[in-house]
């Protein structure tokens, strides 16, 4: 369990959100301007990755009140994904070039 | 064993994440990057929901989950003049789930588990509830704003020392998270932590409520980026890399848009956010009545069938009117008269970023003819006819030449550059800024009066009827 080097574990983790950071900056950097508000949805659709989280919560062995929290969070999240995912595919397969094509 | 498959599951939803952005880069591309993303996202459900060890409580997620569902694909319906507050809207939701999730952990942990409750993920935890609760009544009151709700005010609010009192709530709500941090455990800890909650409730309504409408793309793409950041601080509480990952790429997208609408408005982040256009207000009626010139519609149809390029520039108005479609067949009976026809599109034309390239290809413009500000300044020069249409302070020449205006330094679309221009303005009121705009009194100037969609309407109207052809 974590519990056991914790120290160890909280720098990986420091070191992972770094590079993440550096890699999404890299990346979106390079998204057509063009396609900002589409890349807003979407960005917003994966950090909606707080399912992952709201999963836990709700569906462990913890009291209802507990799980109830848990649960409106993947309610919200789930939400974010859906709509996140389906208006940015909707946007996006508005974009075409002279004559139809994308 | 089975951590194993869950821990792979995480790494392969991390990669999809960052190619479904990379994807991104180019619009022949684009849609593989939502499929991309999809794919990583219901893997990563998956992954953490068939953790027997874990979860035993089925019936609660697949309840949540239909109910997302149920209140999902709708929002995913509105018309696409909405997106600016459907995106505000998704930001409340993140920041919420965000908040509820910290919450959830530290009144967990303080019943049964005290000693998990370290500094560090005490310090996640507070980051988490502060970011989470502030982006979401944030968000929703940028949305409200955005929907134009009666009881949201609409032009900025502003009043003496709002800032200190903004930001003295904003360390009160620090300092009592540092007192939580350090005694977690404490029988007044839980109380506390209510306090910062309240704190970062009441802190994401100030923040917004000085904030005019041409400052929403910045103050979109940084709640953006807030979203992330809970998301991170949610991992880090966690020990989750797979949230740390996908919320740092949120975080990085929502600053280095922000970056961009700050450039395209000369500003810094601090003064978006602190610097309110409340000065302005009090200085605009003191500019002298100035005489418009107006045009008439055969007239302006004229103009623009004799031209070789005619560079169209769309603001705000287009979208609150709903032109874009009119704008088309404009566009469309140019170019049957061989006439070159582009679109000038501001950063900040709108009310976020891309706002005016989504409109435009939801009418079916090619995005080839979708051209950037800095790709068609050059061009201006050249340029027979700017039709200008719903734009006001993205084309204020006043952003180069007065010093003393709050736009000053603002890079613009010259407009006034070209050798005729055509406006079309709702009304005789300034723009939202509240800054008279000189391009509109210049002698090359017409002004054509009137909602941009039953304007532009007319205007097709002359080429498609009778006379011209």
Known sequence: MAETQPALDYWSMLFVFMLATFIGIGVIRRVSRLLHTPLMSLTNAISAIAVVGAIIVAGSEHPPLIRFLGAVALFASMTNIVSGFLITDRMLKMFKREGGSK | MSEAITQLAYAVATALFVLALHWMNDPKTARRGVQGGVAA?????LATWAQPQVIVHHVWIAGAIALGFLVGVPLSRVPLTAVPQRTALSHAFGGLAAGLVGTAEYLLWVQENAARLTTFRMVAIVAEIILGYLTFTGSLMAAGKLMELKWVPQRPVTYPGQNVVNLGLLAIAVGLGVGVIVNPAASWAVAAFMGVIALALLFGVLLIIPIGGADMPTVISILNSYAGLSAVAMGFVLDNKLLITAGALDGSSGLILS???CKAMNRSFANVLFGAFGQVEAKKTTGE???????TLEGAAQVMEQA?????????????????????????QLKKRGVTVKFAIHPVAGRMPGHMNVLLAEADVPYDDLVEMDAINPDMPQCDVALVVGANDVVNPAARTDKGSPIYGMPIIEADKARTVFAIKRSKNPGFAGIDNELYFSDRTFMLFGDAKAVVGDLVK???GSGMH
Not at chain 2, 41 to 45: E, S
Not at chain 2, 289 to 295: D, G, L, R, V
Request: proline share 2%.
């Open chain 2, 462 to 464: 002359q080429f498609s």
């Open chain 2, 41 to 45: 996202m219901v893997l990563a459900i």
């Open chain 2, 259 to 261: 970056i961009i609408m």
């Open chain 2, 308 to 332: 070789n390029l005619v560079v169209i520039v769309p603001g705000y108005g287009m979208a609150v009117a709903q032109a874009q479609h009119k704008v088309r067949e404009l566009y469309d």
């Open chain 2, 289 to 295: 009545q100035k005489e418009y010139k107006s045009e």
